[in-house]
């Protein structure tokens, strides 16, 4: 193995096992905060202020870190790339995060709810660290310093973690919570600061090339992003506005929408796994379709693309099918027994990541192919039919028992069209999709995945669990069984364990 590989080889499994950490320590704070804020209201204040701030952050994040990287690999004056990113970042975060200062009242009135005012505020501290943490992450990611790269990465998830708990459980609620998180985004970046330092003048990079590189990225990250988080501000603004109608004064309205949101949220957790356990193999469909397509490799990217779709179809639909057959015990794992209302909607929503995260392929696909117009052409277009379809399923339901399942149901909508949208352009472009038997198969394991979970008794968080195990067995014995599973499966997942 060259050095190249090598060096390359190492920074994935630094950066690998940096992401897992972040993964599993934010399933800690959601997991922990319900109990630490004592209320689904409270908890959804959070929720919705962090939802909002969020859909900013991760497009500054993914955006910042990409264009960075990129132009600091290409360049043989790297600190100069990064000073005048951090420049260009200290403007572009600094205006993002002062305008969410001063239109959080305006925010709040949309959301009809003025608790959210100062958590806003709070979070734009958030957004101005970020911008600013994200390119110094680039230049690093861009230098091949994977190792330092990871250590920061993990060093913030720590401090994130301890910010946003700590705040909580002092007793503080929302705001204590979202001040511990300021906290620790500001300590991170003034730590990185230290660590990478600011660079230095030079060749002035042209903001046209840039802008023309960084732009696409932006349109299609606030739209992904857009996708798994607008229905939550959408339940909050629809419930607020029902609960003003029958006849709640606005304070009670606010709280009412806030309890809802909290319930969502708490369901949203659990059904982000399958999307979560498909995150690395977008990463890893990307260089090898942008290499397939560059040499002109048709066979190649239709087998890449053939296996991408099977493996994210069968590994998701074996933790979805389980987590919605088994919900409201789910639920009991980690929350209180208030939270077991949102099992309806969890059922619902953990089948729709499955569709989520197959879009999420085939647009990586559409990018690395160098079609990067097309999904976000077609991200745009189903966060459109989102809102449109989630305030109507609201509205026609009302506040009640069937509130989140409706919300739920429209989000899952728009992600299947995402998913049937990018199956068509990827289809035309590349002659290339799962196979139906495929499909039929792990269609058929997922159902009884979903009997054998529903089946087990899960009223406890114990039995829960139990449950949970009986579907995951159940799917692959039955994959196993219909022959979806393979001999090279089994010699390929033996290779990726070491073994011969």
Not at 105 to 114: N, T
Request: charged share 10%; aromatic share 10%; glycine share 8%.
């Amino acid at each position: 193995m060259n050095r190249g590989a090598q060096t390359a080889g190492q920074g994935a499994v630094l950066i690998a096992g940096a992401k897992v950490y972040f993964i599993l320590a934010s399933y800690g704070v959601a997991l922990s905060l319900p109990r630490l804020l004592g209320s689904p209201e409270a908890f959804g204040l959070y929720s919705t202020a962090l939802s909002g701030v969020s859909i900013l952050n991760n497009v500054l994040i993914a955006s910042t870190i990409q264009s960075v990287s990129k132009f600091t690999s290409e360049s043989s004056d790297d600190r100069s790339v990064l000073r005048q990113a951090l420049v260009r970042q200290a403007f572009l975060g600094g205006g993002l995060a002062l305008t969410l200062f001063l239109v959080a009242p305006l925010l709040s009135r949309v959301l009809f709810d003025a608790k959210l005012v100062p958590l806003l505020r709070v979070a734009s501290v958030v957004v101005f660290a970020y911008a600013l943490y994200a390119t110094l992450v680039g230049h690093l990611n861009g230098g091949h310093r994977f190792g330092a790269q990871a250590k920061l990465d993990a060093t913030f998830t720590t401090l994130r973690t301890i910010g946003i708990v700590g705040g909580a459980a002092i007793g503080l609620g929302a705001i204590g919570a979202m001040a511990g998180f300021a906290a620790a985004a500001t300590a991170i970046m003034a730590w990185a600061l230290w660590v990478v330092g600011t660079g230095q003048r030079g060749t002035p990079l042209p903001l046209r090339r840039w802008l023309a590189f960084v732009v696409p990225i932006w349109t299609y990250q606030l739209c992904l992003n857009g996708l798994m988080q607008l229905d939550l501000q959408i339940l909050k603004r629809t419930a607020a506005e029902l609960a003003l109608q029958s006849g709640m004064d606005a304070m009670a309205a606010s709280s009412t929408a806030s309890a809802y949101v909290g319930v969502y949220r708490g369901a949203q957790t659990f059904a982000f796994v399958p999307y979560q356990l498909s995150l690395a193999l977008a990463f890893v469909v990307f260089p090898l379709i942008a290499r397939a397509t560059s040499t002109g490799d048709a066979v190649a990217a239709r087998r890449t693309i053939r296996a991408a779709f099977r493996v994210t179809a069968m590994l998701t639909l074996s933790v979805a099918a389980p987590i919605a057959g088994a919900a409201d015990g789910v639920l009991r794992i980690a929350y209180p027994e208030t939270y077991v209302a949102g099992a309806g909607a969890l059922g619902v929503l953990v089948m729709g990541m499955v569709a989520f995260s197959l879009f999420v392929i085939g647009a990586t696909i559409l990018s690395s192919a160098g079609k990067p117009a097309w999904a976000a052409t077609i991200a745009a277009a189903t966060v459109a039919t989102l809102v449109a379809v989630v305030r109507l399923l609201i509205s026609r339901v009302g506040l009640g028992e069937q509130t989140l399942q409706a919300t739920a149901t429209g989000t899952v909508i728009s992600m299947v069209a995402a998913l049937f949208l990018v199956g068509v352009a990827v289809f035309a472009q590349f002659r290339a999709l799962i196979s139906v038997t495929t499909a039929v198969r792990v269609l058929v394991a997922a159902t009884i995945a979903f009997f054998a979970a529903r089946w087990f008794p899960h009223t406890t968080p114990i039995a829960a669990i139990g449950a949970l195990f009986a579907g995951f067995v159940s799917y692959w014995l039955v994959a196993l069984f219909v022959r979806e599973i393979q001999a090279d499966d089994v010699r390929a997942v033996r290779h990726a364990l070491g073994r011969r």
